[in-house]
């Protein structure tokens, strides 16, 4: 069974740019995450999904960040105007329902705003 | 909300020592617990989930220990060896209402084991 699967795995900009991240989850897990992690701090919960719909993003600065999952499959994190304070990295979960407790990490996308 | 705290954010051990790591939460309706590993690189690995008070459970080459009445997780690596150099984090999940992946977790440890 493939896991988690995230793209790029790096990505570097200046500030003011724009930048996406793709995340494909396990096959048949509907519950879909994204954490934030910066340098040397836990991850901290941005947004998540059951199929289509968001569940909580009270967590996503919602001025710059959108997140998205149209099928209920793969999902799109993107920042609109990147920020340094944005370096991090964004890790993709995915958990076989909502109220699985195991959620099963992908790789991640590890930002440098400049 | 629930915050975790994790201690120590730096440890260093010997070959074959064992070493210990805690995390202290505060949402007393927090219902599942966990111990991930993360590797340079890598996504958070797995290493154990709990739910029951007091209760050890024993991997491999770590044993997990839950304290629901002073709301203390820990972590102890047993022998430990140069693969378990990595960043180790807990993480807490309560109950509200049915259970949810919302996950909050401690700042992490980053394990070094000299040989």
């Known amino acids: 069974e493939a896991g988690v699967t995230q793209s790029p795995r790096y990505a570097v900009l200046q500030e003011g740019q724009a930048v996406s991240f793709w995340c494909d989850p396990i096959s048949g897990h509907d519950t879909l995450y994204w954490y934030q992690q910066p340098r040397d701090q836990g991850p901290q919960l941005l947004v998540y999904?059951?199929?289509?719909?968001?569940?909580?993003n009270s967590q996503l600065p919602s001025d710059r960040f959108s997140a998205v999952r149209p099928k209920g499959t793969n999902s799109t994190l993107k920042i609109q105007s990147a920020k340094q304070g944005d370096t991090a990295t964004y890790l993709c979960?995915?958990?076989?329902?909502?109220?699985?407790?195991?959620?099963?990490f992908g790789s991640g996308t590890r930002l440098t705003v400049l | 909300g629930e915050q975790v705290e994790q201690r120590p954010p730096h440890l260093s051990v010997r070959e074959g020592d064992s070493a210990v790591i805690i995390c202290t939460y505060t949402?007393?309706?927090?219902?599942?617990f966990f111990w991930y590993k993360q590797e340079p690189g890598a996504g958070l690995q797995l290493l154990m989930k709990v739910f029951s008070s007091t209760e050890i459970n024993e991997g491999q080459g770590f044993t997990v220990l839950l304290n629901k009445k002073d709301k203390q997780l820990s972590l102890n690596l047993t022998a430990a060896h140069p693969g378990d150099s990595a960043v180790y984090f807990c993480?807490?999940?309560?109950?509200?209402?049915?259970?949810?992946?919302?996950?909050?977790f401690g700042e992490g440890t980053q394990v070094t084991v000299i040989s």
């Open positions: 979960a995915s958990s076989r329902d909502i109220s699985a407790e195991t959620l099963y």
């Open positions: 949402d007393p309706n927090s219902y599942y």
């Open positions: 993480a807490v999940s309560a109950w509200t209402g049915g259970l949810s992946g919302k996950l909050t």
């Open positions: 999904f059951r199929d289509e719909a968001v569940i909580d």
